[in-house]
């Protein structure tokens, strides 16, 4: 009686192992989840870049680890890595990290993936643009836009701005879109809207585009002559 007790407790324990192991593997352990975890959210500061500019990158982290670094790793619009690079993350569990859009990119949809944990699901991804660049006043000298403030204050006379700005233009050190040059007009007074215009932009107010289109309607008015 005694060895039928033992038998029978014998079977009962492997079915039950047995069952056990079965509901377990019953579709694999379960995946890991993002709570409490290594998760990051990034954003850039624009959404579209020119070849030359810097990226930015910001954000914040689900949890801080001083022996854990922030990756951070940019791909090409066919998935090819360009750039990776680990980033410190500072304990009030923010970021900041600068790429710069060297020679290694080019223009097109870039992929960016942050990862901070062991996980998929502590990968965050975000993208950004990389344009030609499309600006019409191409590199235009940081010095002109002090002239360009001086000009709108009145330090500077309308003569003596044209004729730097004319200067450049002709050195290539300035370059405008093709506009066709305007005969001389009955008034050669800068109307006062181009002078705001050129204030504002040296002030940062308005883009450099505002300040072109403001330089054409003087070569239109043959105001400023571009031989």
Same mark, same amino acid.
């Given at each position: ?18 069952s ?11 995946? $890991? ?5 290594? #998760? @990051?959210? /990034?954003? +850039?500061d624009?959404? *579209?870049? &020119?070849?030359?500019? %810097? ?10 680890d ?11 619009s ?29 223009d ?6 942050a $990862? ?5 699901? #502590? @990968?965050? /991804?975000? +993208?950004?643009?990389? *344009?030609? &660049?499309?600006?019409? %006043? ?11 403030g ?24 300035m ?14 007074e800068?109307?006062?809207?181009i ?10 107010? @308005?883009?450099?585009? +505002?300040?072109i ?13 571009i031989s």
């Open positions: 009686m005694k060895l039928n007790k033992i038998l029978l407790v014998g079977i009962m324990s492997l079915f039950v192992v047995s056990f192991g079965e509901a377990f593997a019953y579709g694999g352990a379960p995946e $890991q989840s993002s709570a409490n975890n290594f #998760t @990051v959210e /990034i954003t +850039s624009n959404q *579209t870049y &020119s070849l030359g500019d %810097s990226v930015v990158f910001s954000g914040t982290v689900g949890k801080y001083e022996k854990r670094s922030l990756r951070i790793s940019v791909f090409d066919s998935s090819n890595l360009v750039v990776t690079q680990k980033t410190i993350v500072n304990p009030d569990y923010t970021f900041t990290h600068t790429v710069e859009l060297g020679e290694k990119f080019s097109g949809k870039h992929i960016v993936k $990862q901070y944990g062991s996980t998929k699901a #502590t @990968v965050a /991804i975000i +993208s950004f643009e990389v *344009t030609s &660049s499309t600006d019409i %006043s191409g590199a235009i000298p940081e010095w002109v836009k002090n002239s360009a001086w000009w709108a204050e009145g330090s500077v006379d309308d003569d003596s701005f044209i004729q730097g700005l004319q200067f450049l233009i002709k050195e290539g050190l370059e405008i879109p093709t506009t066709q040059q305007g005969s001389t007009g009955s008034s050669n800068v109307p006062t809207w002078k705001t215009t050129a204030g504002w932009w040296a002030e940062g107010s @308005v883009d450099d585009d +505002s300040f289109q403001g330089l054409q309607f003087l070569i239109k008015e043959g105001l400023m002559t």
